[in-house]
């Protein structure tokens, strides 16, 4: 009688011990897993994504509007719902730049009465890049640290890119593309939005 309550605490000890070392492989199954699929680094707290969805006219922001702390690294997915290529630029003057754009396009126009709506797009879209990337670091330099202030995609295409904003307020992206707008510019059709940034 003695051995079998014997026998049978071991029984329950050797169930619990099996119980004990399911519960952690799976545990550490999970973990792991999460880890390779992911690329996470568990220990740290978890980096929020915001979503930026293009599309003929609109910038749409998951959440709207997006609101960030000075100083915190923000990873934007950018993706291009769209059926024309678009851009998210940072903008510092967004009707001067937009008017700089038009009015270029007209005087080409005139000048070039030769060239079809299609290539003077792209002229001025390659000037427009050179001009804008130079403005564009004088005009955020101290303000935002990261990659190009300026994606462009094509329909179908997204990216990931992370910014870190080092002053407070709101900052203006835009699309300054013309494609379906010309001489104007997706923007003056209402395809821009904001990300208001506060202080931590």
């Keep these: 009688m003695a051995s079998e309550a014997a026998n049978g605490g071991n ?92 009015e270029a396009s007209l005087r080409l126009q005139q000048e070039n009465p030769e060239l079809s709506v299609e290539e003077i797009m792209e002229i001025v879209d390659e000037r427009h890049e050179m001009i804008m990337e130079e403005m564009l670091e004088k005009a955020f330099a101290g303000k935002i640290e990261g990659e190009e202030l300026m994606i462009e995609l094509e329909p179908g295409e997204s990216t990931v890119v992370t910014f870190t904003f080092l002053e407070p307020g709101i900052y203006i992206i835009a699309c300054l593309k013309q494609e379906g707008t010309f001489p104007g510019t997706h923007a003056e059709e209402g395809m821009f939005n904001q990300v208001i940034v506060v202080e931590g």
Excluded at 62 to 76: L, N, R, S, T, Y
């Design 11 to 102: 029984n329950v000890a050797l169930l619990a011990a099996i119980a004990i070392g399911v519960i952690f492989f799976a545990a550490t199954s999970v973990a792991l897993g999460y880890f390779m699929v992911f690329g996470e680094n568990l220990a740290g707290p978890p980096q929020d994504i915001y979503i930026i969805r293009l599309s003929e006219y609109v910038i749409e922001p998951e959440p709207d509007p997006i609101i960030v702390k000075v100083g915190q690294p923000v990873v934007f997915r950018i993706v291009n719902e769209g059926s024309a290529e678009h851009e998210v630029m940072f903008v510092a003057d967004l009707e001067m730049m937009a008017n700089m754009i038009k």
